[in-house]
């Protein structure tokens, strides 16, 4: 195991990324740090720049102004990290698919600039927090075992 | 000659939850100009909805905004409603309004924390979301999910609620007073915010209308404009309430506004339980025939208006979504001019600008090295640290 | 002209009426007049002189523009909110074909700024002497001269390539280039 993979595995921060969603995804994304969820139990932190990620928390369905966006806001995260894709949106554009203002979906996209990321999906619309903090116990797992 | 300097921010900033691109530009720590570019989050649902039926439009709509989510489906199904010339029962009506409110309160919760959490407030903002899970777990107990609600339809509602589902309604809103109490209360008597929110981000009331600006932000300028008084739909003109507004157009109004009508929502919703009658939830309707429509709803930010055009098929020819922050955002044009660099998070925040409704990033950049000066989140710390500055005068 | 129009003289009655009537000879026909809703056809070279005179009413304020194609050309309809009473009346401009263009009325009311670059976007309405006409909700990478919400634009076959793949970490325009 490298240095770097175990050092990710004991606490992962996360920046989240909206691509156009409907807001839904990113107030339970919120929600996870308030009272009740409590994410930071498990020492995740929402940070203010992908330069300090170890997670990104993707949500929305990637429109065409938001694709190289994120592409570069992955491109600026230090490797080795996480994508949480969040919600219908992000897994395969929903309800939206057929709208004109789509970009590529966001595993595709991310795929564009690193063949090899590290994509999770959460589905739901929006995923209810638990799943979501499921979601990030199995990041958890997976850098285990990598 | 003054050095003129653009500061970006956004698109993707970790506090307000969405992409939206603001250029400030400032000159030393004043900002003199105002820019907002849009398309962060534009996903061409007005096209979409032309290639869906009328009973299908409600959960796209529904999804143009998710903190609107009951108040954009119920304005489409007003305007469809309007064309149809369609008589809703008036449980339903009752039902409509139930939801509706419960959403203002957690939206207006919402912002208090965020606002807080700007100030540098973790404590209120903690506080509010608490507070706030009550009521999200009374919308999940009445429509099955916390956030995309799909009770409305055309010619009534889809679900009928139970006595038992009413009353857990009703209690968790009882119960939301104290809380609501407590953080108005703290809000009104802390002089730091007092310092940090009078007389900031100040809109007039002729900068209301002339922008067109509706919802908390204008009745925070002292314009008592409210569709749910105005153009009376659901069961609003059958409860006792009334339009809170708020004289100086500054921040602190705004604040107060919203938390004010957290207890005119408590109110319109425990009447609601209380004078709800029985009956049949939903009106039958055979087809939409040709003709146009309007509808609009007083949504958490403020109206939302919605027009409609049918041709007499299945599907809509136009269906044109305007929401609240479309008209409010603009509005920093007039308000955020000659503030200082640590008031216009706040100011941007105090009208809860909601971009998937909109659509949008926002950044500091030097005008001529167009090198990043700030981005949102150095913004916010800015604004912490001022009030902390003020604290310990 | 839609094909439904309503019976060709519409009473005036009531706030709406008034208002309509106070719009003098910029009215071409009225197709809507009831308590609470209202609308009427107003002449296409005359829309600033309308909008101005509709905000100098007590109570007004612009609601929001729809623009819909129809077969003659682009039809603008503005919405004008009344508070009180709580009423809606909409005023319909055409800008016929081919130009498409009607005079911009936002240097009067500054709320018609952003739905009127909306409406240029994505109708391809020209607004002549708007004060800044720059792109406002379509991406950078979308060509000039495609407008999504004309009818034959169709939303799955019709789209534009996608812009590039990211390749540097730096997106060109976000950095103050949105001149």
Known sequence: MALTTWALRKSLWVYHVNTGACNNCDIEVLE????????????????????????????????????????????????????????????????????????????ETIRAVDPGAIILYVPGCPPKPEAMIDAAVKAMEFLKTL | MSHRTVVNIGPFHPLQEEAEFFQLYVDGETVVDV???????????????????????????????????????????????????????????????????????????????????????????????????????????????????????????RRD???????????????????????????????????????????????????????????????????????????????????ITAPHGDVFSKAVVRLLECFESVKIIRQCVRDIPRGEIDAKVEDIPPGEGVGHVEAPRGETFHYVRSDGSNRPVRHKVRAPSYNNIPTFKASCIGLEIPDVAITLASVDPCYSCTERMCRAVDAETRKPLYNFAELVRLSQQKTERLRKS | MTDWDRQPETPLLGFVGEVIESLGDAVEAVEQCEARRGIARIR?????EVAAKMLALAGSRLATATGIEVRDGVEVLYHWAFEPPGAVVTLKALA???????????????????????????????????????????????????????????QVLDRPPLPPNQTSPDVPGDRGGAE
């Open chain 1, 32 to 107: 996870l740090l308030t009272p009740r969820y409590d994410i930071e139990r498990f020492g995740m932190v929402l940070v203010g720049s992908p330069r300090h990620a170890d997670v990104l928390a993707v949500t929305g369905v990637c429109t065409r102004q938001a694709m190289p966006r994120l592409q570069e806001v992955y491109l600026q995260t230090p490797k080795p990290c996480v994508v949480l894709a969040i919600g219908s949106c992000s897994l395969e554009q929903g309800i939206f698919t057929e709208a004109y203002h789509m970009g590529p979906k966001v595993d």
């Open chain 2, 35 to 157: 820019d907002v570019r849009l398309s962060y989050n534009h996903r061409g649902i007005e096209k979409l909805d032309e290639s869906k039926t009328f009973d299908q439009v409600p959960f796209v709509v529904e999804r143009v905004c998710g903190i609107c989510s009951a108040s954009h489906p119920l304005a489409y199904i007003q305007a469809v409603e309007e064309i149809a010339r369609v008589r809703v029962p008036e449980r339903a009506l009752y039902l409509r309004t139930i939801v509706n409110e419960l959403e203002r309160l957690h939206s207006h919760l919402l912002w208090v924390g965020l606002a807080g959490h700007f100030l540098g407030y973790n404590t209120v903002f903690m506080w509010a979301w608490k507070y706030r899970e009550p009521v999200m777990d009374a919308l999940e107990v009445a429509t099955g999910s916390r956030v995309n609600y799909a009770n409305c339809k055309v010619g009534g509602v």
């Open chain 2, 161 to 243: 609620m139970t006595a038992e589902q009413l009353r857990m309604i009703d209690r968790a809103s009882d119960e939301l007073r104290a809380p609501l109490e407590m953080l108005t209360n703290a809000v009104l008597d802390d002089p730091v915010l007092h310092a940090r929110l009078k007389k900031v981000g100040v809109l007039t009331p002729e900068a209301v209308k002339l922008y067109g600006a509706v919802g908390p932000t204008a009745r925070g300028s002292g314009v008592p404009i409210d569709v749910r008084r105005d153009d009376p739909y659901a069961a609003y003109d059958r409860v006792d309430w009334q339009v």
């Open chain 3, 44 to 48: 296409p070279d005359r829309t600033v």
């Open chain 3, 96 to 154: 016929v074909r081919p130009e498409v263009v009607l005079e911009s009325v936002a240097n009067v009311v500054p709320a018609a700024n952003w739905i009127e670059r909306e409406m240029h976007d994505l109708l391809g309405v020209g607004f002549r002497n708007h004060p800044d006409m720059r792109r406002l909700v379509l991406d950078d990478s979308w060509p000039e001269g495609v407008h999504p919400l004309r009818k034959e634009f169709d």
